[in-house]
């Protein structure tokens, strides 16, 4: 089964994808997605902002999703600094 965002143009597939309809981005797993929720420890954000998934140690792999580094291999072939421009979900 397909789904996709009414405020973008991301699609996905599977359970475990998780899609943030704040910034349009598109995580591997819901931990990754809470993790660019969070906030952050320094107080400059606060919890529910977005992060920037690679300011946070995500990285974006072949299938555009963000991911954490250990889980990258599973999703395959992982870009490490993605541009701002190649990340559109």
Known sequence: MSHGCNGCDASWSGFNIAHCAACHKTFGGVSGFDKHRAGS?????????????????????A?????????G?????????????????
């Open 63 to 71: 299938h555009g999703t963000w991911v954490t580094p250990s889980d």
């Open 41 to 61: 420890k320094d107080k400059t954000r606060r919890a529910g902002e977005c992060s920037d998934p690679a300011e946070i140690g995500l990285v974006l792999n």
């Open 73 to 89: 291999a599973d999703f395959g072939e992982i870009f490490s600094k993605p541009s701002v421009a190649a990340v559109r979900g």
